[in-house]
């Protein structure tokens, strides 16, 4: 059973901040009741919606349990009970997922680590791949990515490459993206046709916002430098690069995409902002998990989790045994939901398994 008087705490605390809001709330005020309206609008929606048709299912029940009623009507009668209980069963199942608790960063930006893993030039190349694919996703999603800092591979792609990625709800989109992915193909180099497999890692950490973690001036250590490059025109004369030591964690960030060295100092504090935060998480997580499994997979960075596999144009995420021959589309960005999406949906499935142990 659904816990009723939860249920009825949330309308009410949904009631009142509606009417706080059109009371003319402003300021700091109105920028946290708005948000808390936000997270609340389809929990109060799903918990309506399925009280209208526990309403519904009773008046049918009733209209059933009258004695009088004819035949031809009761067997109308029937029919409707039998939508009306199915109607109501879908409505709970999504209250109950409505209800389930929510990952506070969730919501928030992300910050997009790739590394290339095993494999040489080819894992750089594939790291390229990848960084196109998430590149492309974000633009669909209508989000903004900003590169932070590039290592680029001797021969195209990324020995390593981070960005960040703003905009509402990219975190739970991005989450379970965290791990190794695995390529087999054959590379431009191969004469013989064989197929090589190489790797790289992904990392997506929660992009903290300044109530999420604080940072003592006073821990960090801060070095400026010149930009590094291949030379030429593009690298700057000044000392525009940015080093940040985090002296507590021994943390290290370092950006110099940006010209100007307080644009650098930004992104490397935002960087390094969500890093530490990150770390807080994991180790919670961890603490959290630890009489507990996840089919959707630890999130561990060193988890083998989907490989590419271009001669069958395949795409197989091990942790959900889900196989899909879309490889094309899935690489350029159009069809990545397709894994996504089944991922958060088996993440949702287990987290409402362990609330009805």
Do not use: C
Not at 83 to 97: C, G, I
Not at 274 to 287: F, G, T, V, W
Not at 328 to 352: F, M, N, R, S, W
Request: zero cysteines.
């Amino acid at each position: 059973m659904l816990p009723a008087d939860k249920l009825d705490l949330i309308s009410r605390r949904h009631q009142e901040i509606s009417a706080r809001l059109a009371g003319g709330a402003t300021g700091a005020e109105f920028v946290a009741l708005s948000r808390e309206l936000a997270e609340l609008d389809p929990v109060a929606a799903a918990i309506d919606g399925w009280r209208t048709a526990q309403s519904d299912l009773a008046g049918v029940e009733a209209m059933l349990a009258d004695p009088a009623i004819d035949g031809e009507m009761r067997a109308l009668a029937e029919e409707e009970k039998a939508d009306a209980e199915t109607r109501l069963a879908e409505l709970e199942h999504t209250l109950r997922l409505a209800l389930l608790p929510k990952d506070a960063a969730d919501e928030h930006g992300a910050i997009l680590e790739l590394r290339a893993g095993t494999g040489g030039d080819e894992a750089a190349l594939f790291a390229g791949d990848l960084f196109r694919m998430y590149q492309r996703y974000a633009d669909l999603h209508g989000w903004k990515m900003e590169v932070l800092s590039t290592s680029e591979g001797t021969a195209g792609g990324f020995k390593e490459i981070v960005a960040q990625v703003e905009g509402r709800g990219v975190f739970a989109k991005l989450k379970f993206e965290s791990g190794v992915h695995r390529v087999q193909r054959v590379p431009d180099t191969e004469t013989q046709g064989r197929i090589h497999t190489s790797a790289a890692t992904v990392a997506v950490l929660p992009e903290a916002q300044d109530v999420d973690i604080e940072i003592n001036e006073a821990d960090l250590k801060i070095d400026t430098m010149r930009a590094q490059g291949a030379g030429g025109q593009h690298v700057n004369k000044t000392d525009s690069a940015v080093r940040i030591t985090h002296i507590p964690t021994g943390t290290i960030v370092f950006v110099q995409e940006e010209r100007s060295q307080h644009k650098n100092r930004a992104r490397a504090m935002a960087l390094l902002r969500s890093r530490i935060y990150d770390e807080q998480r994991q180790k919670l997580d961890n603490a959290r998990a630890a009489d507990r499994k996840s089919q959707v997979g630890s999130g561990d960075r060193s988890e083998r989790i989907r490989t590419y596999n271009f001669p069958q144009g395949r795409v197989t995420d091990h942790r959900i045994n889900l196989t899909l021959y879309k490889l094309d589309k899935i690489i350029t960005g159009e069809a990545l939901d397709e894994v996504i999406d089944p991922l958060i949906t088996q993440h949702q499935a287990d987290l409402l398994a362990e609330s009805e142990k």
